[in-house]
């Protein structure tokens, strides 16, 4: 149901493949992300060595899995991409670990999510490139050590905080992403109206990058849904008028909000009287699961400055009351 969010669809799974930025060139916006890459990875070059493990940290749909492609591409490398609720079992990264060649990239997605047993092989393969894998059971198990060819990890993750530090301490480091500015939106749009054939006129490119909550993703799944409204209802041609129209349509508000980002606001302004709640408590509120409420709403809601994060819990700013079209109380954080 979430048209609009960064939950990935099969269909625009292979939209996002064609509108990858391929290169450290190619890629918009994060300016501070992409000179520090290009000096991690120039200085190894240089070196003639393989860079630092490489943690890149940011909301979903902030371009985390094209920079680690564009990582291996630049090197020169290949990547094996895995993710960390596929690593079930240390044996599952065992296998990976032990199939790379020197340079590889092992890009693992939602590293916060890598079980335990794994997580411990990990850190042993990070820092001294060898694995011990443990084979049988019991007083006869016996470990066996494996080299593992030099490699770079690049792991992505929505949420740093929920790394153990063991594991965080072994990136040598870590892009923290940020929300894109509009006028990024707007050259990520042209690029891919670019790609896919679309007219878009640039006052339209200003709206839909506007409602694209700082996020590359959605401003290109949003360009599709526009697209649609201008070929069914229009004539191709994407206009301010048909990206308004298109944008009501599909429930997107002026600012961005969606629909589950709307029925969080609601339920902190008018469930709990704008707070403090703690984010479970709003996610049981709106049927969500607390992680997509904390990984996805919060941030763009804390960004676009309608929810504070207090000690106490989070609270519903001036800001929200008057997006809910509601008088916010005297005491209202502004
Ligand atoms: P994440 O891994 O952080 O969820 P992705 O790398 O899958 O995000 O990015 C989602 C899509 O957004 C990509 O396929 C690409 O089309 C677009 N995108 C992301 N970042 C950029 C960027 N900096 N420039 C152009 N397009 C981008």
Redesign the pocket.
Known sequence: DRTVN?GRLAADGEL??N???RSLA?????AKVREQLELVLRGAQGRGGTPDHIL?S?P????????AMIIASELGSAIRVTSGPALERAGDLAAMLSNLIEGDVLFI?EIHRIARPAEEMLYLAMEDFRVDVVVGKGPGATSIPLDVAPFTLVG?TTRSGALTSPLRDRFGFTAH?EFYETDELVA?LA??ARILGIALDDDAAVEVAGRSRGT??IA?RLLRRVRDYAEVRGTGEVTLPIARAALTVYDVDGRGLDRLDRAVLSALVQGFGGGPVGVSTLAVAVGEEPATVEEVCEPFLVRAGLIARTPRGRVATAAAWHHLGLVPPADALS
Do not use: E, H, W
């Not at 190619?26 to 994060?30: E, L, N, R, Y």
């Not at 979903?60 to 094209?66: A, D, E, I, Q, V």
């Open positions: 960064a996002d493949a509108l990858r930025p190619d890629f918009i916006g994060q890149l940011g979903p749909g902030l371009g985390k899995t094209s920079l997605d992505a992403m990520v690029r891919s590359p993703r290109n």
